[in-house]
């Protein structure tokens, strides 16, 4: 049996129940076992988020369900971050993440924050269904070199592409690297749209937006 699988369950089974309480501490038990940040994220938390998300496809789940996952999940992931954190260096620079407009899923965003968080740049996290405009305004008053957009709906990918236009209509495109990303975006609507990068994950991204303050 592959080291920590039991404990991994166990917080995969805690997530799909919506356990937000206990999560924590299987979490911090697994952290306490010697269990890497990294593969309780990969292996138990997203294992059981993928998990639920099958299950919402197919209808045996619906919304309040995957809602109260998705908060045990975003528990969890606090949990987590001062572990993944900590591989983390000196802040290197200031980069700006955000869910684009008409969209509300945060998990992902969440992750690929923190994991650049671990790669010890500064992340000003805009939060969900946010305005096209005020990720221009941020840009615009801020000093950050990487902007991340996620999109986790095939009708708001297209919002991306709003965000890069109006940086070029603002002024301001070539003040950051675009970054984007979430399950429905592929490279090539990155390269469609004109952002810097596509990363399919947080880990790859995190290393992604890392290169930009080389
Ligand atoms: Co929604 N939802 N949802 N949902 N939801 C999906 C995305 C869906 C695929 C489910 C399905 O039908 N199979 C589907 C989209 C279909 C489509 O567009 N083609 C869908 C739908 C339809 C909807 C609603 C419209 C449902 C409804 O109301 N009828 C509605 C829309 C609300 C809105 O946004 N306006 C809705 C609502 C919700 C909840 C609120 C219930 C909840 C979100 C809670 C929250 O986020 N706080 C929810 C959830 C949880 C999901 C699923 C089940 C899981 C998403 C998730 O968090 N995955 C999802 C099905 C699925 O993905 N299996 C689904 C885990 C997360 C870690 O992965 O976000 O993909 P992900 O992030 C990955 C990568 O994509 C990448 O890195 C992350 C980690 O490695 N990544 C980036 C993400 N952003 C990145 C940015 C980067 C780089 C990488 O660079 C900047």
Redesign the pocket.
């Known amino acids: 049996m592959p080291e920590h699988s039991e404990i991994f369950n166990e917080i995969s089974e805690l997530l799909q129940k919506g356990k937000a309480r206990d999560i924590v501490g299987s979490v911090q038990k697994a952290l306490d076992a010697g269990a890497q940040p990294a593969d309780i994220l990969q292996n138990a938390l997203?294992e059981g988020?993928?998990i639920?998300?099958?299950k919402?496809?197919r209808n045996e789940v619906f919304?309040p369900e995957?809602?109260i996952?998705?908060?045990a999940?975003?528990k969890a992931a606090e949990t987590l971050k001062p572990a993944l954190a900590k591989a983390g260096v000196q802040p290197v620079g200031k980069a700006i993440?955000c869910t684009v407009k008409?969209?509300?899923?945060?998990?992902?965003?969440n992750?690929?924050k923190m994991m650049i968080e671990g790669k010890g740049i500064e992340v000003e996290d805009l939060g969900?269904?946010c305005d096209t405009l005020h990720v221009i305004e941020k840009v615009k008053e801020g000093n950050a070199k990487v902007l991340?957009?996620?999109?986790?709906?095939?009708?708001?990918m297209s919002v991306q592409k709003e965000v890069i236009d109006a940086l070029k209509e603002a002024g301001v495109r070539d003040k950051v690297k675009v970054?984007?990303?979430?399950?429905?975006?592929t490279q090539g609507f990155a390269d469609e749209i004109g952002a810097d990068a596509?990363?399919?994950?947080?880990?790859?991204?995190a290393e992604v937006c890392r290169g930009f303050y080389a």
């Open positions: 997203m988020m993928n639920i998300g099958g919402f496809k919304v995957v809602l996952a998705a908060r999940m975003n993440i008409g969209d509300q899923h945060d998990i992902g965003k992750l690929v969900v269904d991340c957009l996620s999109a986790l709906l095939t009708t708001t970054m984007v990303g979430g399950a429905p975006v596509y990363t399919p994950d947080a880990a790859t991204a």
